[in-house]
């Protein structure tokens, strides 16, 4: 929405100001080989301390920028509302609307019935003909959802966000990617009843703790390696904490290392099988593997 000053003043004549600067709405683009200013951006942002709390590192803050970026969003509103669930990206069903307003020219979306039992929704795109969508009580009962906290609180809303996502992935594939809200991923995640994303404040894990979950035993760390060493002496050598080995995970994560080639790899350099085995000696060499893609530097 453009903002317009009313003024009672005569207009005067000016000198256009020549700027080699783009458009303030062209979103600045990160491509694989300005990856470390995208890291260092991020980092920045983490830093601040106004990132949602389930970014907890700047790989993950990059990838969601990187996520955003393929749908024309600037990086604060990527932040802001992509959510990472299960491995999976997902939208608000109210960013969903907002992105096939704007790149599909002529879209529309009218809601023609929304009760606690029903909503049916018509979505409309130049050159084709109207689609009428329904989500009922019957397909939330179907599914398992009705006896989930966020429906019990706003049958009428759920139903309604429902509708207009599945909808528009019907209808506007192109302009959403094929993206789904993350009460659809997740049922038992607090719902923003206003947006139908996530309730502010609302952390999830995310892929990276499912990873964790298959590389980090739940047990205490391991004790400490003793080494001989000369003079019959015996070197304690430390293993890497919790903390560490968490963040070579979400490493794994952020480069597209896989569980099994990261095992594999401790099992073929370090004759170890899980991260609690890891010795402080090596966790750099690891943490470089690791950014390298999985590839010996």
């Keep these: 929405m453009t903002n317009q000053t009313s003024t009672s003043l005569k207009s005067v004549d000016t000198i256009p100001i020549q700027s080699e600067d783009p458009p303030r709405n062209e979103i600045e ?5 300005r990856m470390g200013n995208l890291l260092t951006f991020a980092e920045g942002l983490l830093k601040s301390g106004f990132l949602p709390a389930a970014i907890r590192t700047k790989e993950q803050a990059a990838a969601i920028i990187l996520t955003g970026q393929e749908l024309d969003l600037p990086p604060m509103l990527s932040l802001r509302e992509v959510n990472v669930i299960q491995g999976k990206p997902t939208l608000s069903a109210q960013l969903m609307l907002t992105l096939a307003y704007t790149r599909i020219p002529g879209f529309r979306m009218n809601v023609i019935e929304s009760t606690d039992t029903r909503c049916v929704m018509e979505f409309i795109r130049p050159g084709q003909k109207p689609y009428q969508h329904e989500f009922t009580s019957q397909d939330a009962d179907a599914l398992k959802l ?3 906290d966020n429906w019990k609180k706003q049958r009428k809303t759920m139903l309604r966000w429902r509708c207009a996502a599945s ?3 019907v209808t506007a594939p192109d302009a959403i990617a094929g993206f ?3 009460e659809e991923i997740n049922p038992d995640l607090e719902v923003n ?3 139908g994303g996530l309730a502010e404040g609302e952390v999830v894990k995310t892929s990276v703790t499912t990873l964790a979950d298959d590389l980090m035993p739940k047990r205490v760390d391991a004790k400490p390696a003793a080494e001989p060493v000369q003079n019959g002496e015996i070197k304690v050598e430390e293993f890497i904490t919790r903390d560490e080995r968490m963040d070579l995970v979400n490493l794994c994560e952020s480069f597209g290392v896989s569980k099994d080639r990261f095992l594999a790899y401790l099992s073929d350099t370090y004759q170890i099988h899980t991260t609690a085995e890891i010795k402080r000696s090596a966790f750099e060499a690891i943490r470089s593997w690791i ?3 999985g590839e010996t530097i």
């Design 167 to 169: 909808g528009l992935r």
């Design 180 to 182: 789904y809200t993350a």
């Design 29 to 33: 683009r990160f491509t694989p080989s």
């Design 291 to 293: 950014r390298n893609g």
């Design 146 to 148: 009705l006896d989930k």
């Design 193 to 195: 009843y206003q947006t």
